[in-house]
């Protein structure tokens, strides 16, 4: 079986002087415990959403790619694939794939020449924005929050050079995260498959970050896939009143952790750390996540769902499922539910080299 998950966040770790490389006892995925796990291609994202105005997204997105290639560098056990035939010799090989998507376009600057550098570097997808909308194109927080004070809302003309230009050149758009409008915008223009990479059912959790069904029915359309992400806050529309409860009872420890750390990404991760151990207490079972997915398969078909674990980007996972070592569970519980081999195979991963084959034509 080859086992495909569309997000994790692993490099901010990498990036504040954590050894990802080797076993880590924190956080969802290292490079060991992804090497032992059932996964064979794990997409690794460059984040900059949130640096300090004084700063170079386009150089700190370079300085996290310059450190992806080092991990790849210094273990013999994972690639960086660069094409569809590279992840299939890497499977053939038992290497795991770690191809790099961007979330969120503030790496480029609002340069398309500083997107072709990234294309040239081999990004695999890029995701137009995180939960800030840009000069060129809106998000979902920002949509939902915001609407009315948003700059621009949808894809300007810079914006629609953008996906014209990513599609031009084999690189997949991601709209996880993206506003209603951008994405309307994006569908309408967009000549490939188009993914959500880490995104789950509004119908069955109304969360911003999550997929209507027209959406779901125009990811169809488009030949592109959805990986499921299994946030409770996600999943489980009765989750974020139960966490809000259970944080109050923490809230002086959490106030503590990262106090003197003068990084806002060490203190998240500090943060995160935390949540991941504490909030195994109450978080839903895998049975909700496993629901987001069948809501899916029953809408437009199995062939259209994947996964988009988004590890190390969240504070917790569904019960029982606390780190990559857990991924194999999501096929034993359709094993469970009575799905054949071959169905599990294509939400586990198929279903993307597919993808991979109509994005590359």
Not at 241 to 251: A, D, F, H, Q
């Amino acid at each position: 079986m080859f086992v495909a998950d569309l997000h994790n966040d692993i490099v901010q770790r990498a990036m504040i002087g954590e050894d990802v490389g080797k076993f880590t006892k924190q956080g969802h995925t290292d490079l060991s415990r992804l090497i032992e796990s059932c996964i064979d291609l794990e997409i690794l994202i460059i984040w900059v959403s949130t640096i300090d105005k004084s700063e170079s997204a386009f150089q700190k997105a370079n300085e996290m790619y310059d450190k992806i290639e080092d991990l790849s560098i210094n273990n013999n056990l994972v690639d960086i694939p660069k094409d569809l035939n590279s992840i299939i010799e890497n499977k053939k090989n038992n290497l795991l794939s770690i191809p790099i998507g961007i979330e969120g376009g503030e790496a480029i600057e609002n340069s398309i020449d500083k997107l072709f550098h990234f294309i040239e570097r081999g990004i695999l997808y890029f995701g137009p924005t995180w939960n800030h909308s840009l000069d060129w194109v809106s998000s979902g927080k920002d949509e939902f929050e915001k609407n009315d004070r948003i700059k621009i809302k949808g894809l300007s003309k810079f914006g629609k050079e953008v996906i014209h230009t990513c599609n031009e050149n084999n690189v997949i758009i991601d709209v996880s995260h993206i506003g209603e409008k951008s994405f309307w915008d994006i569908s309408s223009i967009s000549k490939k498959p188009f993914i959500a990479s880490h995104s789950s059912v509004y119908n069955l959790c109304p969360h911003f970050r999550n997929l209507k069904d027209e959406q779901i029915l125009e990811i169809k359309n488009s030949k592109g896939i959805i990986g499921v992400n299994p946030y409770p806050f996600f999943i489980d529309p009765n989750f974020k009143k139960k966490e809000s409860n259970y944080v109050k009872n923490i809230k002086k420890k959490l106030d503590q952790i990262g106090i003197n750390d003068i990084n806002p990404n060490l203190r998240w991760i500090k943060k995160q750390h935390y949540l991941q151990k504490k909030l195994t207490n109450i978080v839903p079972s895998l049975d909700l996540f496993i629901d987001h997915i069948e809501y899916i398969i029953k809408l437009i078909g199995i062939d259209y769902v994947a996964i988009g674990s988004d590890y190390d980007g969240l504070d917790c996972l569904p019960k029982g499922w606390n780190s990559c070592l857990d991924h194999i569970k999501i096929s034993e519980s359709l094993d469970q539910k009575g799905y054949s081999f071959l169905e599990i195979e294509k939400i586990m991963g198929k279903n993307f080299l597919r993808l991979l084959e109509n994005n590359f034509k």
